[in-house]
């Protein structure tokens, strides 16, 4: 037995030495020790030694087991180092040459307009103000003077979760928890930005989701001036100095009296163009004085207090400023047309 693994010994290393890849080599590992390899094989016989020869050849087992690992180990550091070498030969980084620039990313214009209207208000005295898109019908509706069954209701046609659960239809809902959390208290001056949701069929002017961004001022001795005198400084600051404004009358469930505002032109200043259908004028919001039962039923005294609110959305406002005709194009994520505003 003790020349069978001499014999073994002086095979595998022969054949180990002339092992040309990793490959050859690990064949040649499993060959020799392996669970099913030639040294095992050997191993098996000594069930049949005197008890004096066992340790002998055990021995000798081991010393041919050595010597074959250290040559596996000496040519695998071997084929290590020329894949090392091999790599760094072909993978050779010029530290000299220019980098790839890489493109720099833009905010989208709906967030550039949202900051700029936020930005205009702040200046003015109002703190900005959010809420959940997934509203109660109570905030949404019911706080608002829209009661269960109300007709105005189906204007905004809703996406209900539950019978008392849906998408805020508005950002109005934010007002009454804003009012309803001061408890009272005035004066109160905030704007409400975010996503609101219906059920509009999308086309160049309509979109299930968009964003709306409200106002409410509640305080003593606020009239409707004071409204008109806030978007007109509003209008300016958006559109230019020489805009002007004028209030439609309209209907809203939560203002008493309302108004839909219009801005003159920003395309033809006035005179009329086929973007104002020569009218001269754009409309941009709707707006009035908050409506009494509405601060009642969120913990003020129309009696004492008064206030005005007003709304706008916030594409209508970018695809006037911009020059968009399609309110899809917010949404396509179209890199071509978003890269347009990147230094805007």
């Not at 949404?140 to 069954?149: I, Q, R, V």
């Not at 849906?166 to 109005?172: A, C, D, E, G, V």
């Not at 219906?198 to 106002?215: C, K, L, Y």
Request: hydrophobic share 40%.
């Amino acid at each position: 037995m003790k020349e069978r693994l001499v014999a073994l010994r002086d095979d595998a290393l022969k054949e180990l030495g002339a092992a040309g890849d990793p490959g050859v080599l690990n064949e040649l590992r499993v060959k020799y020790l392996g669970k099913k390899g030639l040294l095992t094989e050997i191993l098996r016989g000594m069930g049949s030694l005197s008890a004096e020869e066992r340790p002998v050849i055990g021995q000798v087992a081991n010393d041919v087991r050595a010597a074959i690992e250290a040559v596996i180990d000496e040519k695998s550091a071997e084929f290590a180092r020329a894949e090392t070498a091999r790599r760094l030969a072909t993978e050779t980084i010029d530290v000299t040459l220019p980098g790839r620039p890489a493109p720099n990313g833009a905010l989208h214009p709906l967030t550039k307009i949202v900051q700029e209207i936020e930005d205009i208000f702040i200046g003015m005295g109002f703190a900005v103000a959010e809420g959940p898109e997934v509203e109660t019908d109570y905030y949404n509706f019911e706080a608002m003077n829209l009661p269960k069954g109300h007709p105005a209701r189906d204007m905004q046609d809703s996406f209900y979760i539950t019978d008392d659960i849906l998408l805020r239809t508005h950002t109005s809902p934010v007002q009454a928890r804003s009012m309803e959390a001061r408890k009272g208290e005035t004066p109160l001056k905030i704007i409400c930005p975010g996503k609101v949701y219906r059920r509009d069929d999308d086309d160049p002017t309509h979109s299930h989701q968009f964003m709306q961004i409200e106002g409410l001022v509640v305080d003593k001795g606020i009239r409707i001036s004071d409204l008109k005198g806030t978007l007109l400084q509003f209008a300016r600051e958006m559109f230019g100095p020489n805009v002007q404004i004028r209030l439609r009358p309209s209907f809203f469930p939560f203002t008493e009296p309302s108004a839909e505002v219009d801005v003159s032109c920003v395309i033809c200043g006035g005179k009329g163009c086929r973007v104002c259908k020569h009218s001269g004028w754009l409309e941009i919001l709707g707006s009035g004085m908050v409506h009494p039962r509405v601060l009642s039923m969120s913990g003020y005294d129309p009696e004492k207090v008064s206030g005005f609110a007003f709304g706008m959305g916030v594409e209508r406002i970018a695809m006037l400023r911009y020059g968009i005709e399609d309110i899809r194009h917010f949404y396509t994520n179209d890199v071509r047309f978003l890269r347009q505003f990147a230094r805007t």
